[in-house]
């Protein structure tokens, strides 16, 4: 398998910064794993370049309003970089299903946020660094399993010897990509073939993450003798 030294000394190939044999100065070498690694870093946080969702079942306990998330926090875990819709509460043996809240004001404007309630209606993520801040409403009332789903992110490459482990596609990717980063940096021009093929192959990842449609029926409309009039255009 390929190791971070071997995709940027193919950048720097792509680029005719080394020849075919030729081997990077060892600075040449540390500045473009920074290079690597920083691509990999935004890459995160644009859902269509992530290609996994992670699910964690945590323990919420009952009467919190909120909880921190990440290395240290109430929920010592990886800190998520963007919470999914598909996140649900657990207890009884039954899933419920919250509503995520896209900003702090949606959440601020609760009037009396220690309302408990057996179950929680709405979920809202600070992504605040270093810990996040998860906030529900109403309050359980006693402790829940929270199903957590929350967009992964791409892993770094420690050392230049690091084994790069993603799925088919991404390596190709990676390395048009970081040719395209790195070129400013060795002041040379990008070929054309190289921006076209760097852009094709990110779109190749882009549709692959793409998440797929789901169509939902509303629980009451089941069995209700629900009809769609096609002359109006409504039920």
């Known amino acids: 398998m390929a190791t971070a030294k071997d995709i940027f000394k193919r950048s720097?190939?792509?680029?005719?910064?080394?020849?075919?044999?030729?081997?990077?100065t060892a600075q040449e070498a540390e500045d473009c794993l920074t290079a690597?690694?920083?691509?990999?870093?935004?890459?995160?946080?644009?859902?269509?370049?992530?290609?996994?969702?992670?699910?964690?079942t945590l323990s919420w306990a009952g009467s919190a309003q909120?909880?921190?998330?990440?290395?240290?926090?109430n929920?010592?875990?990886?800190?998520?970089?963007?919470?999914?819709?598909?996140?649900?509460?657990?207890?009884?043996g039954n899933d419920y299903s919250i509503m995520l809240l896209d900003t702090f004001e949606a959440y601020t404007a609760i009037s009396d946020k220690s309302t408990e309630s057996t179950i929680p209606e709405y979920l809202y993520y600070n992504a605040v660094h270093p810990l996040g801040v998860l906030y529900i409403y109403p309050v359980p009332s006693a402790t829940l399993s929270l199903k957590l789903h929350s967009?992964?992110?791409?892993?770094?490459?420690a050392a230049t010897t690091t084994t790069f482990s993603m799925p088919?596609?991404?390596?190709?990717?990676?390395?048009?990509?970081?040719?395209?980063?790195?070129?400013p940096e060795f002041g040379v021009a990008v070929p054309p073939e190289v921006v076209k093929t760097g852009a094709a192959n990110r779109r190749a990842i882009k549709r692959l993450n793409t998440p797929t449609p789901v169509s939902s029926i509303e629980v009451g409309r089941v069995g209700a003798g629900y009809r769609y009039n096609v002359n109006t255009d409504r039920a």
């Open 66 to 73: 909120s909880r921190t998330i990440g290395s240290g926090g």
């Open 168 to 183: 088919p596609g991404y390596e190709d990717a990676v390395s048009f990509s970081l040719a395209e980063r790195l070129a």
């Open 151 to 157: 967009t992964s992110q791409l892993s770094s490459l």
């Open 12 to 24: 720097l190939r792509l680029l005719q910064v080394l020849d075919a044999g030729e081997e990077p």
């Open 75 to 92: 929920f010592s875990t990886t800190r998520p970089t963007k919470i999914e819709p598909s996140t649900f509460f657990t207890t009884g």
């Open 36 to 56: 690597l690694n920083a691509m990999l870093d935004i890459w995160s946080v644009q859902r269509l370049y992530v290609y996994s969702i992670n699910e964690e």
